[in-house]
């Protein structure tokens, strides 16, 4: 199947800080991909839908000025999350899609953030 | 998009077939159903997905009844590897595509030697 992968992994960081996390498609090219965010024993939901060349979708309750998305190719979508605090702690997953007209969605395997 | 109810939780032993269900009484005619698996600091995983009637590929088998009011993934003889959440979505593309996903609370099985 398409691989989707995230960078970093893991990242921790102080207070206040901004952290950039990228999201790619290796083996094809996504218009849309989606940003999801889960915390310890719960579901994952979904922040944002990012489309290549235009702004993000935000879901409703999710600040576009904290969380911003840039899809500046058909093969990478970035969230930056600007100055974290703690409870931006959390792990962060992108989604994209494969093939035109519809197709399944393929995940990354996620980035942990830590915000100390 | 039509919403999902499964069991929070569910337990069961090595070599055990495993049934869960889903309901999604509001499901709309060009609705699929999806089933995504996630282990813990992953990304889900698609595991199948159908529209009516039987599917079955190499991981597990999805059943689905006339009206579409419900669904049931069967994993046959789980291992201690099938420890994970799985997920039941419904939507108007098949796997999900350019559609944005929302997810329910899944189920957590738990499968002991």
């Known amino acids: 199947g398409a691989v989707v992968s995230q960078h970093p992994s893991r990242v921790i960081c102080k207070s206040g800080t901004s952290v950039k996390i990228e999201c790619r498609s290796l083996d094809f090219q996504a218009t849309t991909m989606f940003w999801y965010r889960q915390f310890p024993k719960q579901s994952l939901m979904l922040m944002a839908t990012?489309?290549?060349?235009?702004?993000?979708?935000?879901e409703q309750g999710v600040e576009k000025d904290k969380f911003l998305i840039n899809h500046a190719s058909l093969t990478l979508s970035t969230l930056t999350v600007t100055s974290a605090h703690p409870e931006d702690s959390s792990f962060y997953i992108c989604s994209a899609s494969s093939g035109a007209g519809g197709g399944e969605q393929y995940f990354g395997p996620g980035t942990r953030l830590t915000v100390t | 998009l039509a919403k999902t109810t499964q069991p929070i939780s569910m337990d069961s032993y090595e070599g055990q077939e495993v049934n869960i269900t889903c309901s999604h009484n509001?499901?709309?005619?060009?609705?699929?159903i999806t089933w995504y698996q996630q282990f813990p600091s992953q990304g889900p995983r698609f595991i199948i997905q159908g529209y009516k009637t039987k599917v079955t590929n190499e991981v597990a088998s999805l059943f689905i009844p006339a009206d579409r009011k419900s669904s049931t993934l069967s994993l046959p003889r789980v291992s201690l590897s099938d420890t994970a959440v799985y997920y039941c979505?419904?939507?108007?593309?098949?796997?999900?595509?350019?559609?944005?996903?929302?997810f329910g609370a899944g189920t957590r099985l738990a499968v002991h030697p």
């Open positions: 979505l419904v939507g108007d593309v098949p796997g999900g595509g350019y559609n944005k996903l929302i």
């Open positions: 990012s489309n290549e060349g235009s702004k993000a979708t935000y």
């Open positions: 509001n499901i709309a005619t060009n609705d699929y």
